[in-house]
């Protein structure tokens, strides 16, 4: 897009031995590395997410969608699932970062904007059957959320739908074993108080207000307790945790290096043993852990 100078959106900074976008370490907007690390990250939560949904892409009955909006479109892996399954829809995928994808299907295009800028100047009003925003918390301003969750609904088609999917990064436990002098614990606190100066570390839960607030219909959350690690007797469940035991323990340091660091004060050493004790925590089955997994959908009204 004209806005945007390709360039300067690839350009790249070190931070701890990370890489991050450098556009959006100087402009605040998505400070999550960008690296190997990441991407393979991103490709694991997406399979984890995968089966938690019983390979649902979307949960409103849309039967043959033929205009798709992926909002934070990442690694690309829901969009590019989304072009693929259903060809003769037109998807396109938004993110401030040009993130290569593995595979790039004819009726997907890829666009460079910022989320936080209003969406309505830049995409089709009343033309999608679904807007789909996924795992964009960290990027998104805290006094941006309703104007936003009103121009996915603008975006919106009459009748169509809008879906969003969010963690809560507090990690729980079902025996309650899991206490505040837990590293785990400890983690979510500093991670809570660098970004809720001016991000909501908590949005999981605020997605369904938000979507009534914007004017959306039959508003429908499902709140999903994702394990973390093979703890649970149920096979599935199991399979699941194990998984997702991989894509939690990069997530503690791709989510907070940055945060912690830069606001809180953390030097890389007293990051890296809160992050190195999490994680060993993280693989502890006894503490019976999982993660908030909230999907909210709603619908736009055909008057």
Known sequence: MSEYDLDETRATVTIHDRTFQKYSIDHTIYCIPIDQDERQRLYDQHAVIQDLFGGRLFFPRIIYPRKVLDCGYGRGSWAVAVAQQYENCRVTGIDIYPMPLDEDPENLELTLYDLNDPLIDEYDMNSYDLVHSRFVGPGIHRNRWPSYVKDLRRLAKPGGWVQMVEYYLNIQSYNGRLTDA????????????????????????????????????????????????????????????????????????SQAIWPLTARCGMTEDEFSTLTDQAREEAGNMSLKLYIPVYVVYGRKSTR
């Open 182 to 253: 837990h590293a785990l614990s400890k983690w979510y606190s500093k991670y809570v108080e660098a970004m809720q100066r001016d991000r909501d570390p908590r949005i999981g839960r605020q997605l369904e207000q938000h979507m009534r607030n914007a004017g959306l219909k039959d508003v429908t959350t499902k709140k999903y307790d994702l394990h973390i690690g093979p703890w649970s007797q149920d096979p599935r469940e199991r399979a699941i945790g194990q998984k997702n035991l991989d894509n939690i323990s990069e997530l503690l340091d």
